[in-house]
DNA sequence: TTGACGTATTCCCGTATGGGAATACGATCG
DNA sequence: CGATCGTATTCCCATACGGGAATACGTCAA
C-alpha cells in the first residue's frame, strides 16, 4: 500500500500547475486540445493526459466537433473545492490577531 | 525528470484527504502531535509528516509547549486557493445554461 | 544522570504519476 | 479506398510520495 488513491479527485486534479492553466484557459471558451497544448506550451499528448483527467473528475466536459474535440470548462465540480476552503475563511480573518500572540508569545520565550 | 516539483506547493498540500481532516480538526484549536494522531486514527509518524509538509508550505505553526509540540491553523495560506477557486465563480453559476447547451447539442447529434 | 514521554527522522517498499516518444484511432476529404 | 489531420493510448523511465517499522532527539521529572 502506498500513495492512497488520490486521482479521481478534484483536490488532486487541481493540485497541478498545468492543469488550473489550462482550466484558466477555458474560461475563455472550448477549446481543442492542440490549441491548448500550443498555447500553453505543452505535447500534444500531455495536453489530451491532463484534459484526460479533468474529464474524469468532472472538470471539464468534452464535445465532438467533426474531426475536433472541444473541451469546454465545468466549474461546476470546483464548488467543494470553494466550500472546502471558504470553512476557514473566518480564520485567515483572524491571522493578524493570531501573529500577534505569537509574536508575543516569542518575546516572552527570549527573556 | 518526471512528476514535476509539487511539494511545497499550497495546492498539493490540501490535495491530500488526511491533512485537510488535520487543518480541519485544528480550527477548534491548537493540538499536540499525539493527539491529532489518535484523534485522525494515523500513526504518530504518519501525523508528524504530514504536519511537517503542512508546516513547509505555512498551512500550520508549531508553538513549543515544554515536550510537547502545539500545532496551530495558520489559514492564511488558503487564501491563495480560495482566490483562485473564486474566479471560477461566475462559470459555475451559469452550469444550468451550459448543460442545456450541451443536451441541446446531444440530441441534434442524436437525429 | 537516568528514565520516560512526545516528536521528528530515516529506511525501505510499492504505487502513482508526469513527461517524452512512438503509435493506434477515428473522422473527413480526395 | 487511401491520405491526412486531430486526438487518445501505450510504453518506459525517473521521481515523488504515503505508509509502516525502527530509531534518533529533545525536554522534563526523579
Redesign the interface.
Known amino acids: 500500500m502506498a500513495r ?1 488513491a ?1 486521482t479521481s ?1 478534484v ?2 486534479a ?4 498545468q492543469r ?1 492553466d489550462i ?2 484557459l477555458l ?1 475563455a471558451g472550448e477549446r481543442p486540445v492542440t490549441d491548448l497544448a500550443q498555447e500553453l506550451g505543452m505535447s500534444q499528448p500531455g495536453a489530451s493526459k491532463h484534459l484526460r483527467v479533468l474529464r474524469e473528475v468532472g472538470l471539464v ?1 468534452v ?2 466537433a467533426g474531426k475536433q474535440r472541444l473541451y ?5 465540480g ?2 467543494p ?2 466550500e ?6 473566518r ?2 480573518n483572524e ?1 493578524f490577531d ?1 501573529l500577534d500572540t ?1 509574536v508575543q ?1 516569542l518575546k516572552r ?1 527570549e527573556e
Do not use: Q
Not at 14 to 17: D, H, L, R, V
Not at 84 to 89: H, I, N, R, T
Open positions: 492512497a488520490t479527485d483536490f488532486n487541481i493540485a497541478e500547475p488550473r482550466l484558466a474560461r466536459r464535445r465532438e469546454g470548462l465545468d466549474a461546476g470546483l464548488r473545492v470553494h472546502w476552503v471558504g470553512g476557514f475563511e480564520f485567515w491571522s493570531r505569537y508569545d520565550t
